[in-house]
């Protein structure tokens, strides 16, 4: 089946639950038992209640999930091919907890100089106190990231694109390193999805995705997705999830799981509309450069080419100079369909300034005119062009 088809009829159980094309929401704390045995069994992963999946092997209580949370579950290892599936209340508590359960004292981690800033900060503030040192990398290093692995070098992390500055990386050379070092390989695969990039097919043992993203396709949830085909990892990754106590609130997953269903769609869209955006972006004097992986212009763009198979609402884009504060803020502010704000995912567009030179300490941004992000959303694309025409002509005004 393909990919489209998967993401309609993953995980769906009507049989068990009245009919009900949508699994329900099933909002449980405590998980009754008949006998003491029943619970016993259950909670030592002999499930008492009969689960469908490799989920919730320990269900005897509700942080282990409900059946809203494991339809959820399914419906993703069924469209990724993976055999795991953990949920976690955000993007970045699915990077930390995985940090946190891949690292121990003494260890060292190589991460994207373009990474996620979040997944950055927890490195520097979080990590570094548990006795973990991190390197970061430049993004473009490919198989030389041999050279950067140390004698305790515990996990390989990368970003591509990179969410502000879209670097493509060589994910097929790092894995191929990794492997014949026996380092896992995590992937924040939030840009492209599982949809468009295959991270299993690519060699990576976890792929990560931020669920508030295209999953959630609503600016609604927040949630984070880790898969795995490695029995090992999962062990590790699940266990670190329940000491910690994460759980993700019945109702996200099940927001989660409508998401997924108009999911192949709204990517098609958000692709469609951001390719004409960036053309027309590129056709205009005050433009320089696309950060878009789907353009020639892009670093990386043939490896977009190799690997991917597809692009999606997110690009960045370089102005003909640096405009002043007061410039960008004119440009941004006032405008009629895009929205100032973080994050992105939803179905509509979103413009911010952006200053990558601020945020490396490896591979030094080349650019120095002003940058900034775009993502497009599910407005009419004649809509968008024309508020941001509008936005060029009062960047030049100020
Ligand atoms: C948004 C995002 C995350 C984090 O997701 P949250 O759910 O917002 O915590 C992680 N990585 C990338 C690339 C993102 O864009």
């Not at 704390?29 to 002999?46: D, H, I, N």
């Not at 990386?169 to 995590?186: E, L, W």
């Not at 789907?294 to 597809?310: I, M, N, Q, V, Y």
């Not at 370089?318 to 405009?323: E, F, H, S, T, V």
Request: charged letters at 25%.
């Amino acid at each position: 089946m393909k990919k489209d088809t998967k993401l309609v009829i993953a995980g769906k159980n009507y049989k068990d639950n009245f009919g009900s094309v949508n699994v329900p929401i099933h909002r449980t704390s405590t998980v009754l038992f008949p006998t003491m045995e029943a619970y016993q069994q259950s909670e030592q992963g002999k499930p008492y209640y009969k689960i469908k999946g490799n989920v919730a092997t320990d269900y005897s209580y509700g942080i282990a999930g409900t059946p809203t949370t494991f339809a959820l579950q399914n419906a993703i290892c069924e469209i990724e091919g993976a055999k795991y599936c953990l949920i976690y209340p955000s993007g970045l508590a699915a990077i930390t907890m995985s940090l946190l359960a891949l690292l121990e004292s003494g260890d060292h981690v190589l991460i994207s100089d373009s990474v996620y800033g979040p997944t950055r900060r927890f490195c520097n503030k979080e990590l570094s106190r548990f006795g973990v040192e991190t390197t970061y990398y430049d993004p473009v290093v490919g198989a030389g990231i041999e050279k950067l692995i140390k004698k305790n070098t515990k996990l390989i992390f990368t970003e591509s694109p990179g969410s502000l500055t879209f670097e493509v990386q060589d994910i097929p050379a790092i894995t191929k390193v990794a492997k014949s070092k026996n380092i896992p390989v995590i992937i924040d695969n939030s840009w492209a999805t599982p949809i468009y990039f295959d991270p299993f097919k690519h060699g990576v043992d976890i792929a990560m995705q931020a669920g508030t993203k295209y999953i959630g396709g609503h600016s609604d949830v927040l949630m984070g997705v880790i898969t795995t085909n490695d029995e090992k990892l999962y062990k590790s990754l699940a266990r670190v999830r329940k000491n910690y106590g994460i759980n993700v609130s019945p109702d996200d997953c099940y927001l989660a799981t409508r998401g997924l269903r108009t999911m192949g769609i709204r990517l098609r869209a958000h692709e469609e509309s951001a390719l004409a955006v960036a053309k027309w972006l590129e056709s205009r004097p005050e433009v320089k450069v696309i950060l878009h992986p789907a353009f020639p212009s892009c670093p990386g763009h043939e490896l977009w080419k190799r690997d991917f198979t597809g692009s999606t609402g997110l690009f960045s884009f370089i102005l003909d100079k640096k405009y002043s504060k007061e410039a960008v803020s004119a440009m941004v502010d006032n405008m009629k369909i895009f929205g100032i704000g973080a994050s992105w995912g939803g179905f509509e567009s979103l413009i911010m300034p952006i200053d990558p030179s601020s945020i490396r300490t490896t591979s030094k941004w080349p650019h120095k005119n002003t940058c900034i992000r775009v993502y497009i959303g599910l407005e009419d694309v004649a809509d968008i062009i024309k508020d941001l025409e509008k936005s060029l002509e009062r960047i030049k005004e100020v």
